[in-house]
């Protein structure tokens, strides 16, 4: 048996720390959201000559006075991705083609025009926002009537950290947020309380069973009676999303990189955080045995 | 838990055999009248246009208003209260009336047979909204008029917007309402929307009015533009002819000037009142306008009688296409904004769908070896059912006829990585049972009875977050949500069903085997 509970302490210290700094990065760094949620132009271009780079073609685009324009490499030399805050102009896609075909040739496909503007960007941000918000409150409901309050704590301090820390790392790499970053978020928000839910329900068969255990080392019990089943699990879903992430496509790159780092996260909150609410709030064999008896 | 009947054993093999059978019918080529049904590929797949636009209604409610107090002047005047400084600014009516009239003015705005200010019994509400401030009263729409009023004109959109968009015929066009100012547009397959986003653009509202030197014409005068020139000309306010008065129009070569030109038939009013017109105005200029730009003014030589004319503006032969396009499907009662679009052309669609499958193909492989290694005999048995789960996940899609969109096929694979979650949390309760019991088929049994509430919880708390990203994401998005929600049930049919089926099977032959697991 692994001696979880023997880090409660530190690890406990170590994921308030992650979430300050999380919290400090998103208030001050803030995070880098995409056209979806502030609105611009986003167009994914194929060259089919190799002899024109971001240098040549960010001067080019440069010159047609579109504000502030970023040009990157997206996925092979040969693609770019081109971004720019709103404009009014209606035919901007159409002029950027016409200047293009003129400085190059016709040697630009135009794979992928996004266009969001900015009542419909921030439609979409707060849509997102209301989404979490309303998945956190459900997730909260659920286990409050499943459980007993403090597990329903306990669950929903895990979803926060996770929640919160992953966007921090997003913010801390500059990591795009756009719309799939939202669905890749609820699905941690998912499967982060999956996992803590398995250990829960672990720990109140326990504490049917046992009265004689303290709540610490009952946490301990349970974490390791579940915790084949957590690594099974957690490897199996990291092996699907590594597939995604290395074969997937540029696409879908930031959703299975969130989704990653938040089955980690998930993984880890449910044993350092989901379970060490409990004991600090000294859940014994009474809580459990006072619903019974209402029911 | 490790009971099945005869009966159970043909449902579920039944109910898998029809899954499957439809989800292959995307597979294979075969026609097949009864199961014609296969999942649609969503814009981001196939290639497409994603359109969003939005209404402009300021124009309409400007109109409207304009309509309103001239109404409201000639309503009074017949009841002999005079209405004093009458204005409309800022969308508001302002007037001024004497304090002995106030009571009957407001009533007249109250009052629920209004003819003036209609009432509507469903919302409780009238059109209009009247106040007073000081010595004024202040007319505006009510919110439930702007309501009635935004639909209507929502309602007319569409129609146009449906018109233009079948006549430049592409494929399986999907226009729907969104609120009641926006309409959005799908356009699977189109490659370039350069042509519709401009058509969709123009408002094209289409009038024949004078060309006047002086300013005294009594309908009043404005300065317009020349749509090829910086040129101006002013023009009465009078409309000879507008759109609504045309039948037809098509792009014509006039083999005498060599010119591309639009000619158009009018209705019996319209070919009356340009005959009329035609003959009074020789040698006057009759300027044809579309959206507030002076097209062509030509000098009037010969009365035109016909119904029939054209008209000249410099047109290429695609502008000329255009335009006629333009004024058979008729003028949008507003303009229209295009505030989202998106576009993805068709190879990097088929990309798309490559890297998926790529994705899908090795994911799925992955999970299959870690499984079979961790539990070997058991692990057939969960692979298995992970095959047929992936099937019937395909089978519901098709039957629904549901759209795939790219993050659709990753909730697939995240799908088959979190699936076997359920065989694993059975499968090391049942170990751990094992630790204590003896007797194979009761530790198999209390495995599943007592793993099933974590399952339960587990799948619930999946499912929750699924719904909400249907109902609160778009497009993609939705599409994830869609296949992540199907999965949850697949997952636990297969492995309730066939999953335990095929352990039950085993077990029963294997009773005193130690080590099972």
């Known amino acids: 048996m692994i001696a979880f509970n023997k880090y409660y302490n530190q690890f406990n210290i170590l994921s308030i720390t992650l979430v300050i700094v999380s919290l400090l990065l998103l208030t001050f760094k803030g995070l880098n959201f995409g056209i979806d949620f502030k609105g611009g132009t986003l167009i994914e271009l194929r060259s089919m000559d190799s002899k024109i780079n971001v240098a040549t073609l960010r001067d080019n685009l440069n010159s047609m006075n579109l504000g502030d324009v970023s040009v990157k490499n997206f996925g092979n030399s040969t693609d770019y991705l081109i971004k720019f805050e709103n404009n009014n102009n209606k035919n901007i896609i159409k002029d950027i083609k016409v200047n293009l075909d003129k400085s190059f040739g016709n040697n630009f496909d135009f794979r992928r025009v996004e266009n969001v503007g900015p009542k419909v960007s921030s439609e979409l941000l707060r849509s997102g926002i209301i989404a979490i918000s309303v998945a956190l409150a459900l997730m909260l409901i659920y286990i409050w009537i499943r459980f007993e309050w403090q597990f329903s704590l306990g669950a929903i301090s895990a979803l926060f950290h996770d929640v919160i820390v992953t966007l921090g790392l997003f913010s801390l790499l500059g990591l795009e947020i756009n719309l799939s970053i939202i669905a890749a978020v609820l699905t941690i928000v998912g499967y982060s309380m999956n996992d803590t839910v398995v250990i829960f329900d672990r720990v109140r068969e326990n504490l049917r069973k046992y009265s004689d255990i303290k709540i610490f080392d009952l946490t301990n019990i349970s974490i390791n009676e579940t915790l084949s089943r957590t690594l099974i699990t957690s490897a199996t879903t990291l092996l699907a999303l590594l597939s995604i992430f290395f074969f997937g496509g540029e696409v879908l790159k930031g959703f299975s990189l969130a989704m990653i780092f938040g089955v980690i996260f998930g993984t880890y909150s449910s044993i350092y955080i989901a379970n060490t609410i409990l004991v600090r709030l000294k859940v014994s064999q009474k809580t459990i045995l006072k619903d019974d008896d209402k029911n | ?517």
């Open chain 2, 1 to 517: 838990m490790l009971y099945f009947s005869k009966f159970r054993i043909i449902v579920i093999f039944v109910i898998s055999l029809f899954f499957i059978i439809i989800a292959s019918s995307n597979f294979l080529k075969f026609e097949n009248k009864l199961l014609d049904k296969r999942i649609n590929l969503g814009l981001d797949l196939q290639g497409g246009s994603y359109l969003l636009l939005e209404i402009d209604n300021t124009p309409v409610i400007e109109q409207k208003l304009q309509n309103h107090s001239i109404n409201i002047r000639n309503y009074f005047k017949n009841k002999d209260i005079r209405i004093k400084n009458l204005k409309l600014s800022e969308q508001r009516i302002s007037f001024f009336v004497d304090e002995k009239f106030r009571k009957i003015v407001l009533d007249e705005f109250n009052n629920e047979e209004s003819e003036l200010n209609p009432y509507y019994p469903r919302f409780k509400s009238h059109q209009l909204d009247i106040i007073q401030e000081n010595e004024f009263f202040i007319v505006n729409y009510s919110p439930q008029g702007i309501v009635k009023l935004k639909t209507s004109s929502q309602d007319q959109a569409l129609e146009i917007v449906r018109r233009r968009i079948d006549e430049i015929g592409t494929n399986e066009p999907n226009i729907l309402k969104r609120g009641n100012d926006r309409i959005l547009v799908e356009l699977p397959g189109l490659d370039d929307p350069m042509r519709i986003k401009s058509l969709l653009g123009k408002t094209a509202n289409l009038t024949f009015r004078f060309v006047t030197d002086n300013n005294e014409d009594s309908f009043g005068t404005e300065k317009l533009k020349f749509e090829d020139s910086n040129e101006q000309a002013i023009v009465s306010k009078r409309i000879i002819l507008s759109g609504d008065n045309l039948l037809d129009a098509q792009p014509r070569m006039n083999s005498e000037t060599n010119e591309t030109v639009v000619s158009f038939t009018l209705d019996r009013v319209g070919a009356k009142r340009f005959g009329k017109a035609t003959s009074t105005g020789i040698g006057k200029q009759l300027a044809i306008i579309l959206d507030g730009k002076i097209i062509s003014a030509p000098v009037i030589r010969d009365t035109i009688a016909s119904g029939s004319g054209q008209i000249s503006g410099g047109f290429t032969f695609q502008s000329a296409t255009d335009l006629a396009l333009l004024l058979r499907s008729g003028a949008l009662p507003a303009p229209l904004n295009i505030i989202e679009e998106r576009t993805v052309g068709p190879d990097l669609g088929q990309d798309s769908i490559n890297a998926g499958m790529v994705a899908l193909i090795i994911g799925f492989i992955l999970v299959i070896i870690f499984i079979f290694i961790k539990y070997r005999i058991f692990g057939l048995i969960t692979n298995f059912t992970l095959i047929i789960n992936l099937l019937l996940l395909v089978g519901i899609l098709t039957i629904f006829e549901a759209t795939l969109t790219l993050p659709g096929i990753a909730g697939i694979i995240l799908t088959v990585g979190m699936a076997v979650d359920a065989n694993v949390l059975i499968f090391e309760r049942i170990k751990e049972e094992l630790k204590s019991e003896n007797n194979n088929l009761i530790a198999f049994d209390s495995g599943y009875t007592k793993s099933r509430t974590a399952i339960l919880d587990a799948n619930v708390t999946t499912l929750l977050a699924a719904i909400i990203l249907f109902f609160m994401g778009s497009g993609p998005i939705k599409g994830f949500s869609l296949t992540l929600g199907i999965g949850i049930f697949t997952t636990l049919f297969s492995v309730y069903f066939i999953a335990r089926l095929l352990t039950v099977l085993y077990v029963s032959k294997n009773k005193e085997r130690k080590g099972l697991i």
